[in-house]
C-alpha cells in the first residue's frame, strides 16, 4: 500500500490542460524532492520530472511540476493523444529510508 | 548514451530464488549514483525494490522481509537481484534503474533528492 495518494483517472480533451495531485506527508513529501514519471503502454517508466520542478533534457516545457507542503502537482498543458499512460509520483521517505511511488494516474484523451 | 538490459529466467518455482542481471552500457557503475531495481505486478503500480552504491552503502525495502539482495559487479559493469522464497505475488516485471541521491541539511532539516533518470526496458517474471 503507497504512502502517496493519486486520483486512479483523469481525462480531458485535446488540447486541454491537465493536473495529477500526489498527496502524501511530512516525512516524504514534506520534506523531500518529488519526482515524476510517465508510463506509456507496454513500456518502462520514464523519468518526466525531478526535484518538484526541474525537466530532464528531452521533456517539453508544457509539463511541469510544484509542490506545496506535503503535496505535489504535475501538470500538461495542450493534451495530446501520445500523452495518454500512467503517471507516477515519488519521493523519498526519511521515516522507512526508502523510495516510494504514489498509487499512479491514468491519463485518458477523450 | 547510458543503456541498461535486463536478464534473467521468465519461469521460477514457488520457493525457488529469483535472480535477475542489468547490464550497464554507455556509464561506469563504479563512477557514482545508485543502482538498483523496481517492480511491478501485471495490472498494478510500480514497487521500489531496493539499491545499492559501489558496492557499500544500499537501501533495501522492508516489505520483501529481507529477502532481497541486490549487488553490483564493476568488473562486468552490471548489477544482480537475487529475491527469496518467491511465491506468486512476486510475479511482476522487473526494472533497473540508474538512481540519484542527494542529500542535504539546511538549518538542521535533512531533505532527500532522489529520483530514476535511467530505466531498463524490463523483464517479465512469473512464478508458477
Known amino acids: 500500500q503507497s504512502v502517496l495518494t493519486q486520483p486512479p483517472s483523469v481525462s480531458a480533451a485535446p488540447g486541454q490542460k491537465v493536473t495529477i495531485s500526489c498527496s502524501g506527508g511530512s516525512s516524504n513529501i514534506g520534506n523531500n524532492y518529488v519526482s515524476w514519471y510517465q508510463q506509456l503502454p507496454e513500456t518502462a517508466p520514464k523519468l518526466l520530472i525531478y526535484d518538484n520542478n526541474q525537466r530532464p533534457s528531452g521533456i517539453p516545457d508544457r509539463f511541469s511540476g510544484s509542490k506545496s507542503g506535503t503535496s505535489a502537482t504535475l501538470d500538461f498543458t495542450g493534451l495530446q493523444t501520445g500523452d495518454e499512460a500512467d503517471y507516477y509520483c515519488?519521493?523519498?521517505?526519511?521515516?522507512?529510508?526508502?523510495?516510494?511511488f504514489g498509487t499512479g494516474t491514468k491519463v485518458t484523451v477523450l | 548514451q547510458v543503456q541498461l538490459q535486463e536478464s534473467g529466467p521468465g519461469l521460477v518455482k514457488p520457493s525457488e530464488t529469483l535472480s535477475l542481471t542489468c547490464g550497464v552500457s554507455?556509464?561506469?557503475?563504479?563512477?557514482?549514483?545508485?543502482w538498483g531495481w523496481i517492480r511491478q505486478p501485471p495490472g498494478k503500480g510500480l514497487e521500489w525494490i531496493g539499491s545499492i552504491y559501489d558496492r557499500r552503502d544500499s537501501f533495501h525495502n522492508p516489505s520483501l522481509k529481507s529477502r532481497a539482495a541486490i549487488s553490483v559487479d564493476t568488473s562486468k559493469n552490471e548489477l544482480s537481484l537475487r529475491l527469496s522464497s518467491v511465491t506468486a505475488a512476486d510475479t511482476a516485471v522487473y526494472y533497473c534503474?540508474?538512481?540519484?541521491?542527494?542529500?542535504?541539511?539546511?538549518?538542521?532539516?535533512?531533505?532527500?533528492?532522489?529520483?530514476?533518470?535511467?530505466w531498463g526496458k524490463g523483464t517479465t517474471v512469473n512464478v508458477s
Open positions: 554507455g556509464y561506469s557503475i563504479s563512477s557514482g549514483y545508485y
Open positions: 534503474a540508474r538512481q540519484f541521491m542527494r542529500h542535504q541539511i539546511i538549518r538542521r532539516v535533512s531533505y532527500y533528492s532522489y529520483y530514476m533518470d535511467v
Open positions: 515519488g519521493t523519498w521517505d526519511s521515516s522507512l529510508s526508502i523510495f516510494v
